[in-house]
């Protein structure tokens, strides 16, 4: 199995940085596609950013394009998303999600930009 927790979210002011990590405790995600969704409040999860199993290859949603960037450590079973130039309208909760299909998915973490 695949079990995902994420980390790393809080409130920041716009302009600034945070780092989300998502730990896989279970089943090696090493040839797994991982990604990045957030939903804000009224409105559906969207997809952020994902990476493929190598990390070779790697999506952004527009809006993010230039501020965010996801990595992984397939030895540490970790994904990372650093997120720079934050803005108020990154306001969401941010969930990991793992596989095709996006088969699993973590608890999610809120991350709040004030303006």
């Known amino acids: 199995q695949v079990h995902l927790v994420e980390s790393g979210g809080g409130l920041v002011q716009a302009g600034g940085s945070l780092r989300l990590s998502c730990a896989n405790s279970g089943r090696t995600a090493g040839n797994y596609v991982m990604g990045w969704f957030r939903q804000a409040p009224g409105k559906e999860r969207d997809i952020v950013a994902a990476?493929?199993?190598?990390?070779?290859?790697?999506y952004y949603a527009d809006s993010v394009k230039g501020r965010f960037t996801i990595s992984r450590d397939n030895a540490k079973n970790t994904v990372a998303l650093q997120m720079n130039s934050l803005k108020p309208g990154d306001t969401a909760f941010y969930y990991c999600?793992?596989?095709?299909?996006?088969?699993?998915w973590g608890q999610g973490t809120q991350v709040t930009v004030s303006a």
């Open positions: 990476i493929n199993w190598s990390g070779s290859s790697t």
């Open positions: 999600a793992a596989a095709s299909h996006w088969a699993y």
